[in-house]
């Protein structure tokens, strides 16, 4: 068991895990050109590439740039009772405030802890003043609506949405996990934060391993269902999706996030330069050989339409059988 354990750099080696160092050098600076950046790193810019694709995304119910303009944001707000408030150039879930309900004058996030209008404000403000953007540098505020997440994920994921982490290269999906919000990570599908990374076979969505803070895991930690029960719904259209993101924002390496929304279906919550690596921990697998494999096709191959690629990724990384039974 090479996950949670410090181990030698050989045998990360031979297990196909990618690092970090490898990640950035031999595929973000490689594939990924610094002049489409801009296209992920500002969410307001993801959703309208995203939109001119024909690929669906969160309404977006506000957006300001300026102190001057938070006195009409939150006019706005006054009326709403559920929303989400994110950062436009932030990371990692940094800065994201999730509302779920009123209580008179109150804002209630999904915990049921409490936000007065001086604390959306001051989170604004903050929002505004760069405390959660890439670099620190002046930000704007966005605010969408809050997914109302399939009912076939009510019992994998606690005070919050789950989402669907899909890394894609050179227009092939080659590894998936879903990231499950726990009471621990305060309803938000952060691993750091404590949400369980499950990670989910290419061929047909199940599970086949799952992890928090690194540790394997069976069962959510709150909601009590295992995780060998989990299949997402609707897989080959989301494969299709991440996949056609990639075509969108010509990307070579990028991980595509999103979520199946009750009413509306599969929808873009955001798209990543920069994916993390934590997808291997909760895949129990490196991501090497997956992407060696995509780097030794031919350039017929990489024309392939968006359906024969993702057929392609699901015939080529998909187990035969979950992890589970396997074992049985």
């Known amino acids: 068991m090479l996950f949670g354990l410090l181990v030698s750099p050989w045998r990360l080696r031979q297990a196909g895990i990618l690092g970090m160092n490898a990640r950035n050098a031999n595929y973000i600076a490689?594939?990924?050109?610094?002049?489409?950046?801009?296209?992920?790193?500002?969410?307001?810019?993801?959703?309208k590439a995203c939109h001119k694709a024909g690929i669906a995304t969160p309404r977006l119910l506000g957006y300001i740039e300026t102190l001057g303009e938070v006195d009409r944001l939150m006019r706005r707000l006054a009326d709403m009772t559920d929303f989400v408030i994110k950062?436009?150039?932030?990371?990692?879930?940094?800065?994201?405030?999730?509302?779920a309900g009123r209580?008179?004058?109150?804002?209630?996030?999904?915990?049921?802890?409490?936000?007065?209008?001086?604390?959306?404000?001051?989170?604004?403000?903050?929002?505004?003043?760069g405390l959660y953007s890439l670099g620190g540098k002046p930000d704007s505020v966005m605010v969408e609506q809050r997914v109302d997440f399939d009912p076939v994920f009510d019992d994998y994921s606690f005070e919050g949405v789950p989402d669907i982490r899909v890394i894609v290269f050179k227009g092939f999906p080659v590894m998936a996990m879903m990231r499950c919000s726990t009471h621990a990570s305060?309803?938000?599908?952060?691993?750091?934060?404590g949400a369980v990374g499950v990670g989910l076979?290419?061929?047909?969505?199940?599970?086949?391993?799952?992890?928090q803070r690194g540790n394997p895991v069976t069962e959510h930690p709150d909601t009590k269902r295992p995780f060998r029960d989990l299949r997402?719904?609707?897989?080959?259209?989301?494969?299709?999706?991440?996949?056609?993101?990639?075509?969108?924002?010509r990307l070579g390496y990028i991980g595509c996030d999103l979520v199946l929304d009750r009413k509306l279906g599969p929808l873009v919550l955001e798209l990543n330069a920069r994916p993390g690596l934590s997808i291997q921990i909760a895949n129990g697998a490196g991501l090497l050989p997956r992407l060696q494999a995509i780097e030794a096709l031919g350039e017929d191959e990489l024309e392939?339409?968006?359906?024969?690629?993702?057929?392609?990724?699901?015939?080529?990384?998909?187990?035969?059988?979950?992890?589970?039974?396997?074992?049985?």
């Not at 804002?107 to 001051?122: E, H, Q, W």
Request: glycine share 8%; proline share 7%; charged share 25%.
């Open 87 to 99: 950062p436009s150039r932030g990371s990692g879930g940094k800065g994201i405030v999730v509302v």
């Open 232 to 249: 997402v719904p609707n897989w080959e259209q989301l494969l299709l999706l991440a996949t056609r993101c990639q075509d969108a924002t």
């Open 103 to 129: 209580d008179g004058p109150d804002f209630l996030k999904p915990s049921g802890a409490r936000m007065t209008v001086l604390d959306i404000r001051r989170h604004i403000s903050d929002i505004l003043s």
């Open 304 to 328: 392939w339409p968006a359906e024969k690629r993702v057929a392609y990724s699901r015939s080529l990384f998909g187990h035969a059988r979950p992890r589970s039974e396997q074992a049985a």
């Open 30 to 47: 490689r594939y990924n050109p610094r002049a489409l950046y801009p296209v992920v790193d500002h969410k307001l810019k993801t959703k």
């Open 201 to 211: 076979d290419i061929r047909s969505g199940r599970s086949i391993h799952a992890v």
């Open 186 to 193: 305060d309803g938000r599908a952060n691993l750091h934060q």
